[in-house]
T-cell receptor, first 115, second 113 residues
Framework: AQKVTQAQTEISVVEKEDVTLDCVYE???????LFWYKQPPSGELVFLIR??????QNEISGRYSWNFQKSTSSFNFTITASQVVDSAVYFC????????????FGTGTRLTIIP | NAGVTQTPKFQVLKTGQSMTLQCAQD?????MSWYRQDPGMGLRLIHY???????DQGEVPNGYNVSRSTTEDFPLRLLSAAPSQTSVYFC????????????FGNGTRLTVT
């Protein structure tokens, strides 16, 4: 069985602070894919990034960065110099493509940026 | 490109009523799915389809039916609505590669009284 844990239910930080959202996953498969999605207050779900299990390179995109560590089964997301527009619920998700097509989501972290 | 289109955006039903949530995509994606989002529970898969004529159950399929007669459409049917089905429903599609991200519709907020 696969599982995604986002232990941080809610986080509040003051604007311009850095913040890291944690994601820990469980899977028995050696090939799998990890994703982050953003759900702003308007409610839509927006894809942010994906990572293949065989690619452990970290990635930076502007103020966003992702740290993938297979040794600790974690795929953490850091926002540098946070802005009010970053306020949203963020979901981490795991896809193990063998057996079924289920994409497992974590329960989400609600991030509030205080101006 | 419209992407994934869901209708309606809001719906109120009485217990026992039936309805169909519509979902259409114009990206020629083979894979489509329905999720429900409830507070503190993330997104849970209801049903999914890997192509026209093929559907399968997800994590929480009870009380819902689906069919996939075309690549574009994947409607979700509630045969006899129950208050436990009050939720926000999302339809999603993705391309054929396993690392393809999901493209979501804008969601349907359903209330069953």
């Amino acid at each position: 069985a696969q599982k995604v844990t986002q232990a941080q239910t809610e986080i509040s930080v003051v604007e311009k602070e850095d913040v890291t959202l944690d994601c820990v996953y469980e899977t028995r498969d050696t090939t799998y894919y990890l994703f982050w999605y953003k759900q702003p207050p308007s409610g839509e779900l927006v894809f942010l990034i994906r990572r293949n299990s065989f690619d452990e390179q970290n990635e930076i995109s502007g103020r966003y960065s992702w740290n993938f560590q297979k040794s600790t089964s974690s795929f953490n997301f850091t926002i540098t110099a946070s802005q009010v527009v970053d306020s949203a619920v963020y979901f981490c998700a795991l896809h193990s493509p063998f057996g079924n097509e289920k994409l497992t989501f974590g329960t989400g972290t609600r991030l509030t940026i205080i101006p | 490109n419209a992407g994934v289109t869901q209708t309606p955006k809001f719906q109120v039903l009485k217990t026992g009523q039936s309805m169909t949530l519509q979902c259409a995509q114009d990206m020629n994606h083979e894979y489509m799915s329905w999720y429900r989002q409830d507070p503190g529970m993330g997104l849970r898969l209801i049903h999914y389809s890997v192509g026209a004529g093929i559907t399968d159950q997800g994590e929480v399929p009870n009380g819902y039916n689906v069919s996939r007669s075309t690549t574009e459409d994947f409607p979700l049917r509630l045969l006899s609505a129950a208050p436990s089905q009050t939720s926000v429903y999302f339809c999603a599609s993705r391309g054929g590669q396993p690392n393809s991200p999901l493209h979501f519709g804008n969601g349907t907020r359903l209330t069953v009284t």
